[in-house]
Nanobody, 120 residues
Framework: VQLTESGGGSVQPGGSLRLSCLMT????????MGWYRRDPGKETELVAR??????GEFGGRARGRFTVSFGDPNTIVLQMRSLDKEDTGVYYC????????????????WGQGTQVTVAS
């Protein structure tokens, strides 16, 4: 399974960015797919994900400002609005699921990360 992120970049406070993540490979049972932040010296933080029931789950800072949805096949999109400097960081796409066959051990897969910078 490979996850390829796109859409990061620089934006001014109050602006918007749209991150996309394309998944290739075969996940036969997906438990969640979404976005996390991993800042130096800090624990990995949930930004937003979609669980196995199709319900969006959001970290505290994302709630009310970000949306997460499936776009094109095998693509998940994070739409970020009203960005502020605290949103600066590297955003990672993640899928947690079973690869290749039912009953395979579920595990996390991660993308390479995409930088989001919010600055005046």
């Amino acid at each position: 399974v490979q996850l390829t992120e796109s859409g990061g970049g620089s934006v001014q406070p109050g602006g918007s960015l749209r991150l996309s993540c394309l998944m290739t490979g075969e996940i036969v049972q997906m438990y969640s797919m979404g976005w996390y932040r991993r800042d130096p010296g800090k624990e990995t933080e949930l930004v937003a994900r979609i669980n196995s029931r199709g319900v969006g789950e959001f970290g505290g800072r994302a709630r009310g400002r970000f949306t997460v949805s499936f776009g094109d096949p095998n693509t998940i999109v994070l739409q970020m609005r009203s960005l502020d400097k605290e949103d600066t960081g590297v955003y990672y796409c993640n899928v947690f699921g079973e690869e290749g066959r039912r009953g395979a051990p579920a595990r996390d897969y991660w993308g390479q990360g995409t930088q989001v910078t919010v600055a005046s």
